[in-house]
């Protein structure tokens, strides 16, 4: 099911714009003006497929419902990401949150599957964002 809500609106919103060239053969030309966020996309698969494999080898639906929640907003953050660089607002939000409850589950538990692992990617996703913030000037 989340390949679909991943997937989707990378082919239905606005993932290429297609113009009529003004050639006289009529052929359309693809023309993509969007740098795509493959690092955010893949970080949400990541958090998704935690939440399945918690469900798979526990059967903990708790942790399928929080996996796919969060992978679907980390999905459409990376969405965002990829029409608007400027706008990291969904995707920081989400790793962050994400970075602050694993990261106590780790310390808690001082085990590296799946608390350290999620709580790493996530303080990597917030430092990537965060120098993209940096980095960027915000237009008003």
Request: overall charge positive; aromatic content about 10%; some cysteine.
């Amino acid at each position: 099911m989340f390949p679909y809500l991943v997937l989707v609106p990378l082919v239905c919103c606005n993932s290429s714009v297609l113009q009529h060239s003004n050639s006289s053969s009529g052929i359309f030309a693809n023309v993509s003006n969007m740098s795509v966020d493959w690092v955010g996309y893949g970080y949400a698969a990541l958090v998704a497929s935690g939440g399945v494999m918690g469900y798979v080898k526990a059967g903990s639906v708790p942790s399928l419902a929080a996996g796919l929640l969060f992978g679907s907003m980390a999905g459409f953050g990376a969405y965002q990401i990829s029409n608007d660089p400027n706008n990291v607002w969904v995707s920081l939000g989400t790793s962050s949150a994400l970075a602050a409850v694993m990261g106590k589950r780790f310390y808690g538990s001082r085990k590296f599957m799946p608390a350290g692992l999620m709580a790493g990617a996530s303080l990597l996703m917030v430092g990537k964002l965060g120098l993209a913030l940096l980095q960027k000037p915000q237009e008003s």
